[in-house]
């Protein structure tokens, strides 16, 4: 079972504006990249799965082969708007994807 | 013309403090020539507390400056910094009094164009029941579809993420040094120079979006590095002036993912940035080529970021290690739950509307209780977390909260003289009013600067400006 992380150089997460968090994983190679790609697992509806969320709150699935990257954006949930946000900078999103299996 | 149409600009992040090595990387890029320093300092992904309390993070602007400030004065290279990371009013007087501070240590006088950014609340409520509309920058239940007169009236702080016009108009002062600007696009700061060359607007705002972050689109990324580059009519060659760190295709086209939700097209005000047939290109001597970007024209917006108070927060912390209460956890944090609702004093409030209460618990309850040989250094810890409609009313529910889980019985217990090891006093820590952007709406304007203030020609150190 190989885990999306094992397959990245860099898999982290940050804001894009404070209200969508956006996930990016950058590949070890183009063979990790295509066959991340060709697992279908990250598809919208598998990101709202893992992350318990409704395919409204995806709000973009890119793969970019130029720099061999994934980026995955979703709505913030919750915001730095709401008293319950623990992650204002959206640092610790991406561990769903990280350790969902491809 | 020709010669004209080469802009060369070396991009620095002002809000980070610069590596220690970083003269010796200036004197690199000043051998490949250096026409403007660009160096962003604003920002929105830390919410909306800076901008609501005009308070910014302890940046010491001075000293991030000095060294790149020091060379354009020199070499008379203009400058474009934004500053304040919310870059409001307070935040930009903040750091021009630094600018002031800077400039009398240094014996220097500075002719400088300032753009400030702030909107008025009122300003814009009028604005909008005059018919006026802005709509929701990001599709959100958090935000209204359309900004309200009522909503704008709500804000207790406002700015207008500026666009590369403004400051296009500034740099036609020919005795300019240098240009400071609350908030704007960080792409911006980088575009209007290359815009008052006459350098096309995809190729402008591509390399202010490879630029911005500083070295972060290097390899290795690090923005207390220096970039730099060199934009004509047809590309942008991108080089690093610290050796140590190198552009490479592969950097430089990832870059376009950070902090963006789409890493090949983006909105900006009148137009989006179309980055899906970019080209990346190693050349010979460490340099990367790229070309190719497309810009689409659209509507002019500008981006109002205005933030509201939602209350006020007292925090409480402690750490636990005894295997007995940690075998409890989640009951040991009911009970206190339990005891705040029913209490005479806050029964009447309602949960979620006049406070919330959160408890934050780091570290794993289970597996620490069932670690062999419990040690008082190894604690759970559990933050309580109040927001309320005033000050006091935070501080009474963090308190309550706080004896109760302090003192609160559990089955079984043994240590009956307080259930956790407590860190800070005083135990309920005041942590201020909580602020939320309750604008963050594209406004539509006829002209890219009518929202701002534009003070060209102003020189440093004011007189008159305490130093």
């Not at chain 2, 309320?388 to 089955?411: N, V």
């Amino acid at each position: 079972m190989t885990r999306l992380h094992e397959l990245t150089r860099v898999m982290r997460s940050k804001n894009a504006g404070p209200f969508l968090v956006t996930v990016d994983a950058f590949f070890l190679d183009r063979d990790a990249y295509e066959r991340a790609r060709a697992s279908g697992a990250f598809t919208p509806e598998r990101v709202a799965a893992l992350y318990g969320r409704g395919t409204d709150d995806v709000r973009g699935v890119h793969w970019d082969p130029e720099s061999l990257g994934l980026k995955v954006t979703l709505l913030k949930r919750p915001s730095a708007n709401q008293p319950g946000c623990a992650d204002v900078f959206g640092a610790h999103q991406h561990l769903p994807i990280a350790y969902a299996e491809v | 013309m020709g010669a004209e149409r080469i802009v060369r600009l070396l991009g620095f992040v002002n809000h980070i403090p610069p590596a220690a090595d970083v003269e010796d990387s200036i004197d690199r890029a000043l051998e490949w020539g250096v026409d403007y320093i660009v160096a962003q300092g604003t920002g929105s992904d830390w919410g909306a507390h800076w901008l609501g309390s005009g308070e910014r993070p302890a940046v010491d602007l001075k000293s991030n400056l000095r060294p790149y400030l020091r060379v354009a004065a020199e070499r008379r290279i203009p400058f474009l910094i934004s500053v304040g990371i919310a870059g409001a009013r307070p935040h930009l007087e903040q750091s021009l009094a630094a600018i002031d501070e800077l400039c009398r240590e240094e014996g220097r006088r500075l002719r400088l164009g300032l753009l400030d950014t702030e909107i008025e609340p009122r300003a814009l409520a009028r604005a909008i029941a005059a018919g006026r509309r802005a709509r929701r920058a990001v599709e959100t239940d958090e935000l209204p579809a359309e900004l309200s007169a009522a909503d704008a009236k709500r804000l207790v702080r406002a700015v207008g993420l500026a666009g590369p016009e403004p400051l296009v108009e500034l740099l036609a002062d020919q005795e300019l040094d240098g240009i400071v600007t609350g908030r704007a696009l960080d792409i911006a700061l980088f575009m209007a120079p290359l815009l008052a060359r006459g350098i096309p607007r995809a190729l402008a705002a591509h390399a202010g979006k490879l630029l911005e972050c500083g070295g972060l689109a290097l390899e290795p990324g690090d923005s207390a590095e220096p970039i730099w580059a060199e934009v004509s009519a047809e590309a942008i060659e991108v080089r690093s002036p610290n050796p140590r760190l190198a552009p490479t295709p592969r950097s430089l086209a990832s870059h376009s993912f950070y902090e963006r939700s789409d890493p090949h097209r983006e909105k900006n005000p009148g137009g989006t940035l179309d980055l899906s047939a970019a080209t990346y290109e190693a050349l010979p001597g460490g340099g990367v080529r790229c070309a190719g970007a497309r810009w689409e024209e659209d509507e002019y917006t500008v981006l109002v970021e205005g933030a509201e108070l939602r209350g006020y927060r007292a925090l409480s912390v402690m750490g636990v290690a005894e295997p007995a209460l940690l075998a409890r956890w989640d009951e040991w944090i009911a009970a206190m739950r339990r005891d705040v609702a029913a209490s005479p004093r806050f029964a009447p409030l309602r949960e979620g509307v006049d406070y919330t209460l959160t408890v934050r618990t780091y570290g794993d309850p289970d597996a620490a209780a069932a670690r062999e040989g419990p040690d008082p250094e190894r604690q759970v810890g559990a933050i309580v977390d109040v927001v309320a409609s005033t000050r006091e009313l935070a501080e009474k529910i963090a308190y309550f909260a706080f004896i109760r889980l302090f003192i609160g019985p559990y089955p079984d217990r043994k240590s009956t003289a307080g259930n956790a090891a407590v860190p800070f006093m005083p135990v309920v820590i005041p942590a201020g009013p909580v602020y939320a952007f309750g604008a963050y709406h594209l406004l539509p304007v006829e002209r890219p600067d009518e929202l701002f203030r534009i003070e060209p020609g102003v020189t440093f150190p004011r007189e008159g400006v305490a130093a």
